[in-house]
């Protein structure tokens, strides 16, 4: 409901106002009523009436210099003012004064309900126009906001209908900063070096300052160490670049800083300088990924356990971004998987990497809940699926040993025959022949060197076509194996064998 108040130094009428006049049929309430000029103006700044009827003529202040004195404060209140005197001056600086009617004394019900109706009509069509005014600048400022979207997209292809939506001030840029928001975007207040304009693109809530006056840097980084200082907004900045035509690129830094933030659990801000200053090499990566690796083939969960416990530990020590985090426990989903399709009798029977899923997540408890998912997929799938009686690269290595039992064949060499990561054939070897290759080897050539000196070759010989260069090595392993020294078992043979 309106409010409206009456001033007039004559109790009659303000009595008969109070009582005459059925406020109520109007939609209005009769909120006050004063008697002097002075007292008014206390009414009308507590107040804020929508109407205001007063008497030209009062004590303390006349009523034009009332409502000059009121109006910078109330630019929303109609005015309508009545007086015995009918001096043109009088009207000529109501009318000056935006007042909507002047009503002749005596003042009467029908001339006052006249002028309450124009004050109306003068209300609502002000309300009107407000409304549609509010309604444009809304339809504007939604199309701007998609304009610029389109700019950060889009680069330079939408920088002319940015331009007509944002206005003459597009020609004042001379930069543009990013902001990207965990949470809503921040109240911008006006500032004569900057304009923000807040933007949406699905779950990303941005803001993208337009630098007018690239020296005020330091109004600039107040407002954001203001908004550092809110717990609620964690937000990530880009840079700030010359041209609008860059503001993509300040867009994806953004994005970039303010996931960094999430991921290691920062508040505030994050710079994307912060970010890029932080990024370092991998240290001891291996030795994690192998205790996951050998965990995974040999199926012991619990060691998968203290392994992934391990490596996170690290991620966390070296401070990597979530962007490396993603790429090392990427890798390892596809290591693992590498590892399962080794032993695949149908490879179609393996879990798919989900690595979309993992682009999303914000924090490293969350990106390793999702690497534990993919690896015990994988463990379950080991454990239903069926197998060869041997893996067809084990074949391979045994046939490359026979072949090579007497050459220097290293691990590496190994391999690259078969085709196979060294460590992952490391581990496969050992599991189906139950000794390591080199285990292996070394039994290989113990049997061939037993062959050798069964058929009279002298042990240096013998040592060189095994692949022991040092004579003092080969004896020492030869007895280790049969017993006796590679010379004993020569000679013990020749002794025993029928003349």
């Keep these: ?41 206390r009414m009308l700044l507590a107040l804020k009436p929508d109407i205001v009827f007063s008497d030209i003529r009062m004590p303390g202040m006349d009523g034009l210099k ?47 309900e006249e002028a309450l109706l124009k004050a109306l009509a003068r209300i609502e069509k002000r309300q ?18 998609r304009a610029v979207m389109d700019l950060l997209l889009v680069g330079d292809k939408a920088a002319e209908r940015c ?13 543009v900063t990013v902001l990207a928001f965990s949470d809503a975007q921040p109240p911008w207040r006006e500032h004569e070096s900057y304009r923000v304009v807040n933007a949406t693109n699905g779950d990303e809530r941005l803001s993208v300052a337009f630098r007018y006056d690239l020296s ?4 600039w980084e107040e407002r954001l160490l203001e908004l550092a200082g809110e717990e609620r907004n964690v937000f990530g900045s880009g840079r700030t670049y010359a041209s609008v035509n860059d503001a993509p690129q300040s867009y994806r830094e953004a994005l970039r800083a303010l996931r960094y933030g999430r991921f290691m659990g920062d508040t505030g801000r994050t710079r994307i300088e912060d970010v890029e200053g932080s ?51 990427l890798k390892l989903a596809y290591l693992g998987r590498s590892v399962m399709e080794e032993q695949a009798v149908d490879e179609g029977l393996a879990e798919k ?102 058929d009279g070759f002298r042990v240096n010989e013998v040592s060189e076509k095994v692949g022991y260069l040092n004579y003092r090595h080969f004896t020492e392993t030869f007895k280790k194996h049969v017993g006796v020294t590679p010379g004993q078992y020569r000679e013990g043979y020749q002794v025993g064998k029928p003349g």
């Design 1 to 41: 409901m309106l409010k409206a108040v009456v001033f007039d130094d004559e109790y009659i009428v303000l009595q008969g106002l109070r009582t005459m006049i059925d406020w109520r049929r109007f939609g209005v309430e009769l909120a006050g009523t004063a008697s002097d000029g002075l007292a008014a103006l």
């Design 66 to 112: 009332l409502i000059e004195t009121a109006a910078r404060d109330l630019p929303d209140t109609t005015f309508v003012v009545f007086s015995g005197f009918t001096e043109f001056e009088y009207v000529k600086r109501a009318i000056g004064l935006g007042v909507v009617d002047y009503v002749d004394k005596p003042v009467t019900v029908p001339k006052i």
């Design 128 to 145: 009107q126009l407000s409304a549609l005014r509010d309604s444009w600048e809304a339809g504007r400022e939604e199309l701007l906001e």
């Design 163 to 175: 331009g007509e939506l944002y206005g003459p001030d597009w020609k004042r840029i001379h930069g």
């Design 216 to 219: 005020e840097q330091e109004a």
């Design 279 to 329: 990024a370092r090499m991998p240290a001891d990566r291996l030795k994690h990924e192998e205790a996951v690796i050998v965990s995974l083939r040999i199926g012991d969960e619990n060691g998968l356990t203290r392994a992934l416990e391990g490596f996170e530990a690290w991620v966390e020590e070296q401070q990597l971004d979530p962007e490396r985090t993603e790429q090392e426990l």
């Design 353 to 454: 990497i989900r690595h979309r899923e993992l682009s999303v997540m914000h924090t490293r408890g969350e990106m390793f809940r999702w690497l534990r998912q993919q690896l015990d997929a994988q463990l379950a799938w080991k454990k239903a699926s069926s197998r060869l009686p041997r893996h067809a690269a084990v074949n391979r290595a045994l046939a490359y040993l026979e072949e090579r039992y007497g050459q220097d064949v290293s691990l590496q060499d190994l391999a690259e025959h078969v085709g196979m990561n060294p460590t992952y054939l490391s581990l496969l070897f050992k599991e189906e022949m139950g000794a390591t290759y080199i285990k292996h080897l070394t039994h290989i050539r113990m049997e061939r060197a037993k062959e050798m000196l069964r």
